[in-house]
């Protein structure tokens, strides 16, 4: 595991275990218990050279990154609100873990929430047109420039030289990064594969899929509620671990009062 703060290292641990002791308001969104088992899993993983190591990269950029704190931080921040927005995603639609992948070690369900995640980010506007690319079943349409975009970034995760904390498959999927990378022609072949795999669905699965991807006002409705909640998450996180520090700091000041 990469060295950092023996500070940090207890904050995080005692982070974890403090969010399962968190009463839950009656107004509050965060799912408490979800949130312990996903920060729980990127305390575990985003700050291990090992966790890289398994995607190919050249760890010695990304050691040197999170020897900050600071930047430790902001890995761990984006690790939680991923996973738990992918945990919302397999958590309302549970048949998605049966699905199987659209390639070796890329399971279905990884795709549609990193498209679900994507089709809302603030440089995005919510029409997809995934429902018209899909029945086109021409990767190269305008309907599918969308989907394409967003559904891969076409080149090597393994050149990523910055902001690779960011990236949805490196968080939530190792083995999704591997078989990206082992993809010629990774953007297009993706797409391809996804609407294959799409394609061997039931139609009610097909039909709640659109309901989440769609061009609806529902569907986008949808994504930005999951966001909302992925965003409130990593807000908890925050103010659980602040209110640890806060302890540990009264603490001390009452240890070296001898009280």
Not at 82 to 104: M, V
Not at 114 to 140: G, K, M, P
Not at 148 to 174: A, H, L, V
Not at 207 to 235: C, F, P, T, W, Y
Request: charged content about 20%; some cysteine.
């Amino acid at each position: 595991m990469i060295n950092f703060t023996f500070k940090s290292l207890i904050a995080l641990v005692v982070t974890s275990s403090a969010l399962l002791l968190t009463p839950m308001r009656s107004d509050a969104q965060v799912n408490m218990n979800r949130l312990a088992q996903v920060a729980k899993s990127c305390q575990e993983n985003i700050l291990s050279s090992n966790y890289y190591k398994r995607m190919g990269f050249d760890t010695n950029n990304i050691n040197e990154y999170l020897k900050n704190s600071y930047n430790q931080e902001q890995a761990i921040q984006h690790c939680i609100y991923y996973r738990y927005q992918y945990s919302l995603i397999l958590t309302k639609y549970p048949w998605l873990d049966s699905t199987g992948e659209i390639l070796p070690g890329y399971p279905g369900s990884v795709i549609v929430g990193s498209l679900a995640e994507l089709f809302d980010s603030s440089y995005q506007t919510y029409r997809t047109s995934i429902l018209d690319c899909i029945a086109n079943q021409d990767i190269s349409s305008e309907e599918c420039s969308i989907t394409k975009s967003n559904i891969s970034r076409g080149i090597s995760f393994t050149y990523m030289t910055r902001d690779w904390y960011e990236n949805y498959t490196i968080n939530i999927c190792p083995s999704c990064v591997v078989a990206h990378d082992e993809v010629s022609g990774s953007r297009e072949e993706i797409l391809k594969a996804f609407i294959k795999w799409f394609l061997t669905l039931e139609k009610t699965q097909r039909r709640e899929l659109i309901l989440l991807l769609g061009d609806g006002e529902q569907a986008h409705e949808l994504r930005l509620v999951i966001m909302a909640e992925s965003n409130a998450a990593v807000k908890k996180y925050w103010q659980v671990r602040q209110g640890v520090q806060e302890q540990e700091q009264e603490q001390r000041r009452q240890e070296l009062l001898g009280k």
